[in-house]
């Protein structure tokens, strides 16, 4: 659900591959160095023309005091906003069949919503409606664990302010594809599921995938974990809530084998799926921008719970590759990075761990709640036993790694925190892009 779209530097020289073949030993020992180091527990996959390339399942779908459950490449992951691709795709696929078009109004459906009669589903699929992403709030964060009604979700969504006029800007909002989920459900008077099954899941021919429900270890699904000594699972968000925003429920192989069928011209047009990569703002409809040095790519990116996700596909060379993971210490787009880099030929980075240790009481020098000039977000920092922790506004907690005196790292979203403690003060650096913050 959060919107963390990946980063994958483009840069201006050819990169050609004609074998199939790759040499796996350094993704082996990559994924020997996450496992070891308590780093990611994952499933990842990369195929060419459907064909299996690299597969590997790393960590535990299941992980406790009473029982142990490996992952395999069969355990079904929660995929978080990849949802999102398939939701577009249904609309695409309605457009088609002249049930609405792109330029329908919100206003036909749901009429309550505050600009409904300007925003069309064109500016939904794109995330241009200006409609408020709900769960920024933290009313979701509270309540996310709890089942909702489509009603209950509407009655919310029609008491907030639009963040922007209609067509205005692109601000990403799960709920857009909340409701355009429910706009399936009301054309077609069918269930997400049901569409879902009888739209693609039949003709894609996947086998391991579903909508919503509770988590069923013993029918192949994982649970989520963050790493504080061990791993510990994380509360499960009712998948009512994100409903055709994030509520599917897959595998690596069911989802590349979707993004086959999707760019095979299986699932919808070619001028839908024209649309759908055709870029505003740097979104495209249920798909985003996955570059790879020269090649282009296309994709999306879930987050849910202790859950990440990341899928993409490249038509050029018929290339897809996903990473699924359950506990996220390391990025997944580093991990997709490796992947494409195995296959093109390209060094496989495999990076040292070096941590320091700290005393609690050392650690209570950067508690606090900090602010930036440059973010509209507060970050709380605190410390819980001789962890240090921290959680940006509208965001999950997350656990920071001592590197160096005052220096912290949290590798899955590649960031580093240098704390100033004198100056009551921190820099926070993700991507080459640095932060500002005090107390």
């Known amino acids: 659900m959060k919107n963390t779209l990946p980063l994958i530097a483009a840069l201006l020289f050819t ?8 040499d796996t030993a350094d993704l082996d ?3 020997d160095s996450l496992t070891v180091h308590n780093k990611s527990m994952a499933s990842v996959l990369l195929t060419r023309n459907g064909v299996k390339i690299y597969e590997r399942a790393i960590g535990y779908a299941v992980t ?5 459950i490996r992952a395999t490449p069969a355990t079904r992951y929660r995929i978080g906003s990849i949802t999102k691709t398939f939701t577009a795709t249904m609309i695409m696929q309605l457009v088609e069949e002249r049930k609405l078009t792109l330029d329908t109004r919100l206003a036909k459906y749901f009429p309550a919503i505050p600009n409904a009669g300007e925003i069309t589903i064109e500016m939904m699929l794109r995330h ?3 409609i408020h992403n709900f769960t920024d709030d933290d009313a979701y964060w509270e309540s996310m664990t709890k089942p909702v009604t489509p009603a209950g979700m509407l009655n919310n969504f029609a008491t907030h302010k639009p963040d922007f006029k209609p067509g205005e800007q692109a601000i990403y909002s799960n709920t857009n594809y909340v ?3 429910y706009i399936i459900e009301d054309i077609t008077r069918k269930t997400y599921g049901a569409n879902l099954q009888e739209r693609i899941l039949s003709r894609a021919g996947l086998k391991n995938t579903r909508y919503g429900g509770g988590i069923d270890p013993d029918k192949g699904d994982a649970y989520s974990y963050i790493f504080s000594k061990r791993w510990e699972k994380q509360e499960d968000t009712d998948l009512s809530q994100p409903a055709g925003a994030g509520a599917i429920v897959s595998t690596p192989a069911d989802v590349t084998t979707f993004l086959s069928a999707l760019f095979d011209g299986k699932l919808v047009s070619k001028e839908s799926l024209r649309q759908m990569t055709n870029f505003v703002d740097g979104h495209g409809i249920g798909l985003a921008p996955m570059p790879f040095y020269g090649k282009k790519g296309y994709g999306h990116t879930g987050g849910l719970d202790g859950f990440q996700t990341v ?12 990473v699924f993971s359950n506990g996220v210490e390391y990025a997944l787009n580093d991990i997709l990075i490796a992947l494409l880099s195995a296959y093109y030929k390209m060094p496989v980075i495999i990076p040292t761990f070096d941590t320091v240790a700290l005393r609690p009481e050392e650690l209570d020098q950067y508690v606090g709640v900090y602010s930036s000039k440059q973010l509209p977000l507060k970050m709380t920092i605190w410390r819980h036993g001789d962890r240090l922790l921290a959680k940006a506004t509208g965001q999950s907690s997350f656990r920071l790694t001592p590197v160096k005196k005052d220096v912290f ?3 899955a979203a590649r960031v580093t925190m240098e704390f100033r403690p004198e100056e009551n003060a921190f820099t926070l650096t993700q991507d080459g892009e640095s932060f500002q913050f005090n107390k």
């Open 15 to 22: 990169i050609s591959v004609s074998a199939q073949q790759i």
């Open 29 to 31: 020992r990559l994924f």
């Open 179 to 181: 409701l355009l989920g």
């Open 409 to 411: 790292r949290f590798d």
């Open 64 to 68: 406790d005091s009473t029982r142990q």
């Open 128 to 130: 241009r409606s200006g």
């Open 311 to 322: 899928a993409a596909y490249y038509p050029a060379d018929s290339l897809a590759a996903a």
